[in-house]
Nanobody
Framework: QVQLVESGGGLVQAGGSLRLSCAAS????????MGWYRQAPGKQRELVAA???????NYADSVKGRFTISRDNAKNTVYLQMNSLKPEDTAVYRC??????????????WGQGTQVTVSS
């Protein structure tokens, strides 16, 4: 089993910044992809950004140029630096990891979520 714990959410004004962190722990053999998703009230969950173990990244068009995803493989931690925040960025942000356990079982794991609220 793999556990993911997010931190860093909060309330900011439009134009402000937040840095989210997500640390994975448990019986981890390897993590191939880590990502950040968000879900606003009444809306579907959407991919914000993802990063491979080798550092290749992918971003939603709406956050390109504003958000930066990174990871520390030694710490099994993924980060999301969010700059120039907009009210439409308001959502619960959850990290996930495509991980293989030491038992060689591959699954996608999810964190509990952290609230990001951007006021106008």
């Amino acid at each position: 089993q793999v556990q993911l714990v997010e931190s860093g959410g909060g309330l900011v004004q439009a134009g402000g910044s937040l840095r989210l962190s997500c640390a994975a722990s448990g019986s981890i053999f390897r993590i191939d992809v880590m990502g950040w998703y968000r879900q606003a009230p009444g809306k579907q969950r959407e991919l914000v950004a993802a990063i491979t173990s080798g550092g290749s990244t992918n971003y939603a068009d709406s956050v390109k140029g504003r958000f930066t995803i990174s990871r520390d493989n030694a710490k099994n931690t993924v980060y999301l630096q969010m700059n120039s925040l907009k009210p439409e960025d308001t959502a619960v942000y959850r990290c996930n990891a495509d991980a293989t356990t030491t038992a060689r079982i591959k699954n996608v794991y999810w964190g509990q979520g952290t609230q990001v609220t951007v006021s106008s």
